[in-house]
C-alpha cells in the first residue's frame, strides 16, 4: 500500500501570500493517478487538480499542481479568504486509493 | 450534472450491519465507478470501496471482510453494506463518482452522512 505524507501539517499564511503544500508517496505513484481535493469544514471534498497538474473544471488558475514520482506538490499563488481550508492529497495504484492526512491552511 | 446523495440510518448499534444508499442523479450508474469514502470525526479520508457497471467491485483490503457494495440500476442507486461495526466505525459516510476527465480521482461527491455506531 503507497502511503501518503503531507507537509506542513498546518500552513499559518495570509490572504494574498503564496503557499506551497507537499505530498511524498512512500514508493513512486503513477503522476496520472495523483489528486489534490479542497475541503470546508461540514463539506464534501472538492477536487481541484488531477493528475498531477491538471485543474479540474471551474477550479481558479491560481491552483497549481506539479510534480513526479514520491514527490508532488500543490501552490496556490495568492490566497484568498476563501482558500483557507483543509488540503489532501490522493493517489491510486493496485486498485487500492489512498489519502494523505490533509495540510491545513490556517489565516 | 451529476448528483449524488446518501441516504440511511444515522445510528447503528455494535456488532450490527451500518446500511448506506447513494442515489445519483444526471449520471447512469452502468457507466462509471461508484466509491464509498468515510471520514472519521476530525480525521482524515479512507476509501472503502468501488463498484462499476454495476457487478465489479474492489475493496480496501482493510474492510474487504466487511464489507459489500451493490447496484440497483433500475433506481439508480448504488449501496453500503458494513458489517460487526464498533465504534470505530462512526464516520461520516460519502459517496462518490471516479473522475470522467481522467481516471484515479473524484470528480463528484455526496454531501455526507454521519453514521454513529453506539448501543
Known amino acids: 500500500e503507497v502511503v501518503l505524507t503531507q507537509s506542513p501539517v498546518i500552513l499559518s499564511l495570509s490572504p494574498g501570500e503564496r503557499a506551497t503544500l507537499s505530498c511524498r508517496a512512500s514508493?513512486?505513484?503513477?503522476?496520472?493517478?495523483l489528486a489534490w481535493y479542497q475541503q470546508k469544514p461540514g463539506q464534501a471534498p472538492r477536487l481541484l487538480i488531477y493528475?498531477?497538474?491538471r485543474r479540474a473544471t471551474g477550479i481558479p488558475d491560481r491552483f497549481s499542481g506539479s510534480g513526479s514520482g514520491t514527490e508532488y506538490t500543490l501552490t496556490i499563488s495568492r490566497l484568498e479568504p476563501e482558500d483557507f481550508a483543509v488540503y489532501y492529497c490522493q493517489q491510486y495504484g493496485d486498485f487500492l486509493f489512498t489519502f494523505g492526512p490533509g495540510t491545513k491552511v490556517d489565516i | 450534472q451529476v448528483q449524488l446523495q446518501e441516504s440511511g440510518p444515522g445510528l447503528v448499534k455494535p456488532s450490527e450491519t451500518l446500511s448506506l444508499t447513494c442515489t445519483v442523479s444526471g449520471a447512469s450508474i452502468s457507466l462509471y465507478y461508484w466509491s464509498w469514502i468515510r471520514q472519521a470525526p476530525g480525521k482524515g479520508l479512507e476509501w472503502i470501496g468501488y463498484i462499476y457497471k454495476s457487478g465489479d467491485t474492489k475493496y480496501n483490503p482493510s474492510l474487504k471482510s466487511r464489507v459489500t457494495i451493490s447496484a440497483d440500476t433500475s433506481k439508480s442507486q448504488f449501496s453500503l453494506k458494513l458489517r460487526s461495526v464498533t465504534a470505530a466505525d462512526t464516520a461520516v459516510y460519502f459517496c462518490?463518482?471516479?473522475?470522467?476527465?481522467?481516471?484515479?480521482?473524484?470528480?463528484?461527491w455526496g454531501q455526507g452522512i454521519l453514521a454513529t455506531v453506539s448501543s
Open positions: 514508493q513512486s505513484v503513477t503522476s496520472s493517478y
Open positions: 462518490a463518482r471516479e473522475g470522467i476527465a481522467a481516471a484515479g480521482n473524484f470528480d463528484s
Open positions: 493528475s498531477a497538474s
